[in-house]
């Protein structure tokens, strides 16, 4: 092999192992505990809603793997929070049907009323003679 052959390869070889961050490569070893901890709640610190995720915690502790529940918000327009409400409940409420009541085009779904098993109402009275299983951090879980 050429000796400007076997210096190019060499240096090839050097670049990509000083490209390799050792951080990344540690994460299946090293405890995530904290790691997980702090980037579940990052998105909601300063935010719009600093209680969403311990209200949909709840609702996780309070419902089983497979119930559906309809996530009901102050606001029922996609793109002025009711996206932010609905994908965070789909991430905390794992294993469970999340139903949107209002589709990013704007439209309604009042099916997914109807076929909820569960409502999670945040920042939202829940109606007279409902049956609340939870009332905290500023939402409430009715059982329909």
């Given at each position: 092999m050429r000796p400007r052959a076997v210096l190019s390869i060499a240096c090839f070889t050097g670049l990509v192992i000083a490209?390799?961050?050792?951080?990344?490569?540690?994460?299946?070893?090293?405890?995530r505990t904290p790691i997980?901890?702090?980037?579940?709640?990052?998105p909601d610190r300063g935010g719009w809603w600093p209680d969403y995720p311990r209200f949909l915690a709840e609702v996780h502790a309070q419902t089983k793997r497979g119930d559906s529940i309809a996530i009901l918000v102050p606001t029922m327009q996609w793109s002025r929070g009711y996206s932010y409400a609905y994908y965070r409940a789909s991430y905390f409420l794992a294993g469970r049907e999340v139903l949107p009541l209002v589709l990013e085009s704007g439209l309604p779904v009042p099916e997914n009323l109807r076929r909820a098993q569960y409502v999670a109402m945040w920042r939202r009275q829940a109606p007279a003679g409902a049956h609340v299983v939870f009332t905290g951090y500023g939402g409430t879980l009715v059982r329909r």
């Amino acid at each position: 092999m050429r000796p400007r052959a076997v210096l190019s390869i060499a240096c090839f070889t050097g670049l990509v192992i000083a490209s390799v961050r050792l951080p990344p490569l540690m994460l299946p070893f090293i405890d995530r505990t904290p790691i997980q901890r702090s980037m579940s709640v990052f998105p909601d610190r300063g935010g719009w809603w600093p209680d969403y995720p311990r209200f949909l915690a709840e609702v996780h502790a309070q419902t089983k793997r497979g119930d559906s529940i309809a996530i009901l918000v102050p606001t029922m327009q996609w793109s002025r929070g009711y996206s932010y409400a609905y994908y965070r409940a789909s991430y905390f409420l794992a294993g469970r049907e999340v139903l949107p009541l209002v589709l990013e085009s704007g439209l309604p779904v009042p099916e997914n009323l109807r076929r909820a098993q569960y409502v999670a109402m945040w920042r939202r009275q829940a109606p007279a003679g409902a049956h609340v299983v939870f009332t905290g951090y500023g939402g409430t879980l009715v059982r329909r």
